[in-house]
């Protein structure tokens, strides 16, 4: 018999493809090769943290398997969302944002990761991804902050 955790935990497992795929098909769809690059070397950055993370933590799952810390459904999804959020804007990152947020709670209620597992996630695809993408066009509005200051930076790319 099927449990509700079970429609969950593959929802999950089906939004981390969707959500780099639709990173990638988004700059596609943009004619925006620069951005698809940018995309790449996020994903590949995100791939590497996260298994490097993973073999050399080595952490038990809540389930009794192996190799739990750092969650990598929820890294690649965070990594997409991040993406697009900083290339294309809040309105591509909300839901996208929101997809992922579904995946890292998906991982931890299907008993296969702790809570600090997906953070972790979160933070090696939010990381990446920031590093790496730049504005597509229009006006962007980044915080910024650092030792004895914060506020915000506003641009513009044409």
């Known amino acids: 018999m099927a449990r509700a955790g079970d429609d969950i935990e593959l929802a999950g497992t089906v939004l981390q ?3 780099p795929t639709a990173a ?3 700059a596609v769809g943009h004619r925006d090769f620069k951005g698809l690059l940018e ?4 994903f590949a950055l995100t791939e590497g943290a996260t298994y490097g993370l993973k073999y050399a933590i080595n952490e038990r799952r809540p389930n009794g398997g192996n190799y739990s810390f750092p969650s ?6 965070f990594c997409g969302a991040e993406f697009l959020r900083k290339r294309y804007g809040w309105v591509w990152g909300v ?3 929101a997809a992922a947020s579904f995946v890292a709670y998906s ?4 008993n296969n990761h702790w809570a600090w597992d997906v953070m972790g996630g979160a933070a090696v695809g939010i990381v990446s991804s920031y590093i790496f993408t730049r504005p597509y066009k ?3 509005i980044t915080p910024e902050a650092g030792p004895g200051f914060w506020g915000v930076v506003v641009s513009r790319r044409w």
């Open 138 to 140: 229009g006006w962007n």
């Open 39 to 42: 995309f790449g070397e996020s």
């Open 24 to 26: 990638g098909a988004t």
């Open 72 to 77: 990598a459904h929820t890294s690649v999804s």
């Open 17 to 19: 493809y969707v959500l």
């Open 95 to 97: 839901p996208a944002y």
């Open 107 to 110: 991982r931890v209620e299907s």
